[in-house]
């Protein structure tokens, strides 16, 4: 192709909604990889053995079907062949005593099994998802916006005339309330909070971080409306849909395209040069989905402006993800009914056992006892797997960066703090051996495991500094008007005519592909 319009560097949810959407403006696009395929943190493979299909990374994908860039892509990415499965009971938690509660898309059926754990958490649940509901337009405003734009000052201050500014004051004040606070001061049940605390650290959380309650009130209300889809096939296929769309929309993708540098002219960006040698040309703007790190470090080195180079030394990264993997002889039989059919498992403690694994992360142990969310994916889709059998998606949102130690004190930090394939399969361990404390005959059934540290990870896709999945802490100070830096506004940088999109900016983590539609919609 001629010299495109628009030069995207990366190819993750963010990148490819920005592709599709401004491709569907008329824009010629190019989207630059470094990897062999695109995908970012989606990623299929058959990892354990012949025939069982893994999401290696991201599985579910309840952001993106609830996002904007669905809304406006869905209908030409199904004509491309993309499905989704789902399940009628999206999550659920399992604690060490065989206590357990699972939700379903039924608020009324949610409402009733709440209140048959403890009397009133059932109705309380109705008033903090009805909450997100009857604030919804704010909510998602603020969460999915352009933050400096018009259309979010006229928000808040249409927001503010009927409420009035104190009472607009107070809605954004108890926004800020940990979810130790909210779930403390709400439900009676240990099992109920438990059923939520885990998903903070789907956010980049903890339990006691500032937002974490209202994030994961919004959350609960998420998956209760529209559950905890997976792609049908695998997320291959969203992403071989995505490309179709790209392609058909006049862009071009390259693969083993590693940008070594962005070429700036009369202090503008004007392109990128590969590892290669080979530049290329943009008509009018350089797009980056990449860290603050790889931008105004490997991208920019000397060039990137001065601010700019001392936020990103500033800017901090989070917890590291563990992941296993594991291909079965059958289903996994749970000491619990209705498990089997729960798309995102949580076992854990509870909220004081998620806090202390948190803490224990955040200070470069491994966890004694780790959060683990155990995802079921041949439940929703049966192709996935030979029939009879089953494959089971395990992610351990709390893993160190840098190992300083063993909070059960049995495992042996490596002098230099890094992950080694023996430490991975140790822990691995530990975590199976939780796993099969709730599941009956569970190790005679394993055919083949496969775990993933967060150096593991990282290997995979440079952007996943450590291991962390989130682009960077998501705590309040580097979230909303912050992300990445104190000083940012919306997608743009010190450079003219550069962009930078992806979990590093806002709206943050996930797979709504936000921050590429927002920009796309400037653009």
Known sequence: MKAPDHIIVGSGINALVCAAMLGGKGAKVLVLERNDRIGGCMRTEEITAPGFIHDVMATTFVLFITSPAFAALGGDLARHGLEFCHTGTPTGVLRPDGSHAVLSTDRAANVSALNAIAAGDGDRHADDVGGIERNAGLLFGLLGGSLWSYPTAKLLAGDAWRRGSRGLAAFLGEALVPARGWLEGTYQSETVRALWAPWVLHAGLGPEDAFSGQIAKVIAFALEAAGAPIVKGGAKNLLSAFEALIVERGGVISTEADVASIILAGGRATGVRLASGETVHAKKSVICSVTPTQLYGRLLGSEAPKADAEATRQYRYGKGNFQIHYALDRPPAWRGEGL???????????????????NEAVRGLLPDVPTICVGQPHALDPSRCPQGKAILWLQLPEAPRHIKGDAAGKL???????????????????????????????????IARRAYSPADLEAMNINLVGGDPYGGSSTIDQSFLWRPFKTSRNHQTGIKDLYHIGASTHPGAGLGGGSGFLLAGRL
């Open 340 to 358: 089997d059919k729960v798309a995102l498992l949580h076992l854990t403690p509870g909220l004081d056992g998620v806090s202390k694994a948190c």
């Open 412 to 446: 042996q930090a490596p002098e230099d703090g890094q992950w080694t394939d023996a430490l991975r399969e140790a822990y691995a361990d530990r975590a199976e051996a939780i796993l099969a404390s709730h599941i009956d005959g569970f190790k005679d059934s394993v």
